[in-house]
């Protein structure tokens, strides 16, 4: 809460602002209906026309100073939210950032992104919602007490009272209950069952299951309309109270002042007006009722972002030293997934030659992927060490190890924007020509403008791994990780690719990770890796005339059509 | 808005109520302002006691409680308004979809499919819940407002008629305003909106290519950009609330004025009527703006209705099923079947037979409908035209659970529901231990199960164990198993299963087909060597049907993978 209190008050000029405005637009409208009852309150008296003349002038006045004042304190107010929102995204990714990748291991990347940003959206609203309301009604009655102060103490404590019950009161005798609400987790909960009914109707179909799955959409809705109703009505509950007690105090000002003009212990002349101001002060303190229930919501998000960015960054020192060529040793590595109950890898040994190409292969499921991340240093061994030339792959820093390797996964991410631009991220510097040549090799004909949208949505899958290709081929890299890169590619595109590839990565190592054993011959080693464990490795000859576990996968795919 | 408008007359009694409850609260409405006008004139113009007033307090607390309970109820009515709306479009699309065949698209629709039933369904709320009350209020308020004070005072009564309009005419011309310039803003602000988390997805590729550090400039410009169209669309929504705020306050000052003429130069006005006007005048034009609000708020709803309306009449072609049961052992004949989808792809099958306990195998090059075949054979789909016959009897006369029940399906990608292994390999049925060992064992998983701490009450889906394509693989054999299945169909997966989930499915299909008719759909050689029946897939059609010996005479493509010798 601190720091979120910290990133605002360096907008302090603008809060100030804005809280000035939405003060002078409160008091305005309070001065309209007071200035409108005196008006005719003395106009019931029969006054020189004059003076009415100038009671209206002021009429309008404040009319126009209260329409101008909202106007310019919404525009200050959001503006401020916008420049908070601004700073707390910065902050946020400036702790986030140097957690990337490593924490995409323990949360999964697209609930963890969409969280944050969602949560980041929430605390936004933190100073429109819960910082600015009590101010502004805080100053608004200030003033009208003091105002109401001039006439009788009397109608100043009924105002008070009246202000403590609103404002104080009953928002907290019901943020307890607004607090504990369900909705987001039952709705949670239909959208869980519904995409188990969507995406697995075929298997529920198939086992006579529909009715009874579609059921339990039903009953989750149920569930989740029933706390929705209790929410809503606690909300309406403490809503009409709150209206409840701004009217009534209204009408204790009334009632008093009635009895005052009565005593001849007020004048007449201001209870038309008294009255008016009473009804319309309570108007500012409306938005007052959400202010618990927001403040919870922030605080949440805040404690949510809090976990996330609170782990602990990789402690990284060493720079990876400048060399020709670089040689990858595996050495008694296991790797245990965050909340796994079993090790993906078990105590892998693995040499990898400087300037040699290596095939990582095996079942889905054996632990070629994780390994390959392992190497390009996007998660660290659970116990166990990798070693570039002769230094330990988790002591250096990954920016220093990135700008030797090149890492393309199954899925790359592509940005909104322009071929070019995505083009770009690989080589900033490079001329059009050097584009459109990247391209070329990459077999991916399209224009450098062609648009591309969010995560590359309007690319097929062999189109993205063309273009994720084309960025690789923009880099010079010593060493180049390939997990499955040309999975969504027809057969002669992928030898071409392939053959293209090992052109362009000459010199360097290289690791492949591949699930079709066809065009292996050309590795230097094959890997063979089965539930976590290497269960043989060697050339293709070696391991052909072996006739082991790569000899029989291999029969096994000869028969697949 | 028609489909929003015919759902909220599906309840018309609510909507009655609205009304009546509104009616109240327009005449508590004004018998506040009355009492409160009679409370201030007695003691300030009168000159009468405490004591004369106090029956008028008395009314005017009645009139403040009425309108708190008033406002409350109709609220009330609002949200089960919302609720039983929303509650009955999700149950009616659940209702068709469960209606309707497996989809071809598969699993890319899941998400599309969910975001109408949860989250299109509960865009509606605000029209349900604020837009149809508040319309309700609009209509009946103001107007009975107008009426008394037409009443009290007419010259008062003709200026808020006069001024009015103004607020619904700015309301418009500020829409269409905002309509022209913001289309443009508001793609800029989604895109201002959409990078930050494009920044964040993309973050581990940017530090791949070195280009980590530079995103924090690129997230501040991308800031700064949001803020200025945001607030620049924001700047024409304030601005028309400035213009009607403007409105208001005016209509005010001409009220105000008129009763000072009135009151001052002409004497024709008392205390009393002026300041009911005055105390009531606020109560109109607020009703008035409010209607704007909530037209804003409603306008949203009506994109996510037009989607739930399209969803709602597209028209189904559901699997008609009859009622009488399905015996074992089964034979199954197809007769002059076509099939087609999206318009591209047509199957067109003049026939195709397999005997009881046969091994009927299809191929085929990829894309040449064979997976379809196989859909339309087991029941997902209804053929356009033809008929299918089961046992000499058309299939839409057999009972649809009978027949699932001694079905089983083995597709590519098994789905695996969120909960223990026993409940996914008993998909609601209720098995014995025993009998679930045996299913565990025929299909490989006894040392799977053995290695977790739960065994088979080990929790796998979503949220719970990650499983490898074998496993899964090996758990939709368990279901079968189970199941003892009369027919059994097997769309057989192309690549990717660890060596010994290969040996296990070649050994389960084999006990498998002994009691049953078996329909594969074969992407593996020995499958299509152990065949009783092969037929050959080009086109859609069927090129070759019969024996393996008299197909391989027939066709080429067959007789290439079945004389290329033992290693292709």
Redesign the interface.
């Known amino acids: 809460m601190k720091e979120l209190i910290s990133l605002l008050a360096e907008e302090r000029k603008d809060v100030a602002i804005a809280i000035a405005l939405g003060a002078v637009s409160g008091l305005t409208a309070i001065a309209?209906?007071a200035q409108?009852?005196f008006?005719?309150?003395q106009?019931?008296l029969?006054?020189p026309?004059y003076t009415?003349l100038i009671?209206?002038a002021f009429?309008?006045l404040f009319?126009?100073v209260?329409?101008?004042s909202?106007?310019f304190e919404?525009?200050i107010s959001?503006?401020v939210t916008?420049?908070a929102?601004?700073r707390i995204?910065?902050h946020f990714?400036?702790q986030?950032?140097p957690l990337?990748?490593q924490i995409?291991t323990r949360y999964r990347?697209g609930d963890l992104?969409?969280r944050?940003?969602s949560d980041?959206e929430i605390i936004q609203n933190f100073f429109l919602r819960v910082v600015y309301p009590p101010l502004v009604t805080a100053v608004v009655f200030l003033a009208t007490v003091f105002f109401t102060l001039f006439f009788s103490i009397w109608l100043a404590l009924v105002m008070i009272l009246g202000f403590l019950l609103v404002a104080l009161v009953i928002p907290a005798l019901f943020s307890e209950r607004l607090r504990r609400n369900d909705v987001l987790v039952r709705?949670a909960a239909?959208?869980?069952e519904?995409?188990?009914?969507?995406?697995?109707?075929?298997?529920l179909?198939?086992?006579?299951?529909?009715?009874?799955k579609?059921q339990a959409?039903?009953q989750a809705?149920?569930a989740y309309?029933r706390e929705?109703?209790q929410v809503?009505?606690v909300q309406?509950?403490s809503?009409?109270l709150n209206?409840?007690v701004a009217?009534?105090t209204a009408?204790g000002i009334?009632?008093v002042g009635?009895?005052l003009?009565?005593?001849g212990e007020l004048n007449?002349?201001f209870?038309?007006m008294l009255?008016?101001v009473a009804l319309t002060s309570f108007e500012t303190a409306v938005p007052i009722a959400g202010v618990p229930g927001h403040l919870h919501e922030s605080r949440q998000a805040l404690n949510r972002l809090q976990v996330v960015v609170d782990e602990q960054p990789p402690h990284h020192y060493e720079k990876l030293n400048q060399a020709s060529a670089y040689s990858l040793h595996v050495q008694n590595v296991n790797y245990l997934y965050p909340e796994?109950?079993?090790f993906t890898l078990k105590n892998l040994n693995l040499e990898l030659i400087a300037g040699t190409r290596t095939a990582l292969v095996?079942?889905?499921?054996?632990g070629k992927s994780t390994l390959l991340q392992l190497l390009?240093g996007?998660a660290s061994p659970t116990s166990g060490d990798i070693r570039v030339n002769h230094q330990s792959l988790t002591a250096l820093d990954?920016?220093s190890l990135?700008?030797v390797?090149?890492?393309q996964l199954q899925t790359?991410?592509?940005?909104?924007g322009t071929i070019r631009e995505n083009l770009a991220?690989?080589n900033?510097n490079a001329q059009d020509q050097e584009l459109q040549d990247a391209l070329e090799k990459a077999q991916f004909i399209i224009e450098l403008d062609a648009p591309v949208f969010?995560?590359g949505e309007n690319l097929s899958g062999g189109e993205k791994q063309r273009l994720a290709l084309a960025?690789l081929f923009l880099?010079k890299k010593a060493i180049y990780l390939f997990d499955e890169p040309f999975t969504s590619l027809d057969y002669q595109t992928e030898k071409n690719l392939t053959d293209e590839l090992w052109k362009h990565s000459m010199g360097s190592t290289i690791v492949l990770v591949s699930?079709?054993l066809s065009g292996l011959e050309q590795m230097d080693q094959i890997v063979v890796l089965?539930h976590g464990q290497i269960v043989e490795k060697g050339s293709y000859e070696e391991l052909m005339t072996q006739k082991g576990?790569f000899y029989?996968?291999k029969?096994?795919e000869?028969?697949?059509? | 808005m028609k489909a929003l408008q015919a759902w909220a007359f599906q309840y018309r009694t609510v909507l009655i109520i609205l009304f009546l409850l509104t009616g109240v609260l327009a005449a508590a409405i004004i018998v506040q302002s009355y009492a409160i006008v009679q409370v201030v004139d007695g003691v300030f113009v009168q000159d009468v006691s405490f004591e004369e007033i106090s029956f008028f307090l008395v009314i005017l607390v009645g009139a403040l409680l009425i309108r708190s309970v008033v406002n409350y109820s109709n609220a009330r009515l609002g949200l089960h308004l919302s609720l039983t709306v929303r509650k009955s479009i999700r149950n009616d699309l659940l209702s068709k979809w469960t209606k309707q065949p497996v989809s071809e698209k598969g699993r890319n629709q899941t998400g599309e499919k969910l975001t109408t039933l949860i989250d299109y369904v509960d865009q509606l709320d605000p029209y349900f819940r604020e837009y149809v009350p508040q319309v309700i209020k609009t209509t009946i308020v103001p107007l009975a407002i107008l009426i008394s004070v037409f009443i009290v005072n007419p010259n008062s009564g003709w200026i808020m008629l006069i001024t009015a309009p103004f607020i619904p005419i700015s309301y418009i011309l500020v829409g269409l305003k905002t309509q022209q310039k913001s289309d443009r803003q508001l793609a800029e602000l989604s895109f201002f909106s959409g990078k930050f988390l494009d920044i964040l997805q993309g973050l581990q590729t940017l530090k791949l290519f070195g280009r980590g550090k530079e995103q924090a400039t690129v997230l501040k410009e991308t800031n700064a950009g949001f803020q200025k169209t945001t607030l620049s669309i924001l700047k024409i929504a304030f601005a028309s609330s400035f213009f009607i705020e403007l409105i208001i306050t005016l209509g005010i000052g001409l009220l105000a004025l008129e009763i000072g003429f009135q009151m001052l130069v002409f004497e024709t006005l008392a205390f009393a009527p002026a300041f009911f006007v005055l105390a009531i005048a606020p109560e109109y034009y607020n009703s008035l703006k409010e209607l704007g609000a909530a037209f804003h708020t409603g306008r949203g709803s009506l994109a996510a209705a037009e989607k739930l309306k399209e969803e709602l009449d597209a028209k189904e072609k559901s699997v008609k099923w009859g009622s009488s049961p399905l015996r074992s052992p089964i034979r199954l004949d197809l007769n002059k079947a076509t099939y087609s989808y999206g318009g591209e792809f047509t199957l067109q099958i003049d026939a195709l037979e397999a005997l009881p306990n046969e091994r009927l195998v299809i191929i085929g090059p990829s894309g040449q409908g064979k997976t379809t075949l196989l859909g339309v054979l087991a029941g997902l789909y209804d053929p356009f035209t033809g008929t299918i016959v089961v046992n000499g009897k058309e299939r839409n006369t057999v009972d649809e659970s009978s027949w699932w029940d001694q079905t089983t399906y083995i597709s590519q990608h098994p789905y695996l529901f969120s909960g223990t292994i026993r409940e996914n390999i008993e998909m609601g049925t209720v098995s014995s231990d025993d009998e679930l060992k045996h299913a565990i064992e025929a299909s490989g998983l006894t040392e799977l199960i053995s290695t977790l701490p739960q065994g088979w009450s080990t929790a796998v889906g979503e949220g719970g164990r990650g499983l490898s394509g074998g496993e899964k693989q090996r758990i939709a054999l368990a279901r079968s198993f189970l199941k003892k299945p009369a027919l059994v169909f097997y769309d057989e997966p192309t690549i990717g299963l660890d060596v010994k989930t290969e040996r296990i499915l070649s050994q389960s299909m084999e006990s498998l087909s002994e009691t049953a008719t078996v329909i594969t759909v074969a992407h593996r050689l020995p499958t299509i060597r152990k065949a009783d029946k092969i037929a050959v897939l080009e086109d859609g059609r069927l090129v070759a049907f019969g024996p393996p010996e008299h197909v391989i005479r027939e066709n080429a493509y067959a007789a290439s993978l079945l004389e290329g010798g033992d290693d292709v």
Do not use: C
Not at chain 1, 412 to 416: D, G
Not at chain 1, 558 to 561: A, D, G, H, N, R
């Open positions: 309209l209906f409108s009852g008006l005719i309150s106009a019931a029969s006054p026309f009415i009671l209206t009429l309008k009319g126009a209260k329409s101008s909202k106007y919404r525009l959001h503006r916008f420049q929102l601004s995204r910065e990714f400036a986030l950032s990337v990748p995409f990347s992104l969409s944050f940003v980041v709705r239909v959208a869980t519904a995409a188990e009914y969507i995406a697995g109707f075929r298997e179909k198939l086992h006579n299951q529909v009715k009874q579609e959409v039903q809705q149920e309309i929705q109703r809503g009505n309406l509950w809503q009409t209206a409840s009217s009534l009408f009334l009632a009635a009895y003009v009565a005593q007449g002349l209870l038309a009255t008016l796994a109950d079993r095996g079942a889905s499921g054996s390009a996007m990954p920016e990135w700008n390797v090149g890492v790359s991410h592509f940005f909104y991220i690989a900033p969010e995560r960025r880099t699930h079709k089965d576990v029989e996968m029969q096994i000869s028969t697949i059509l």
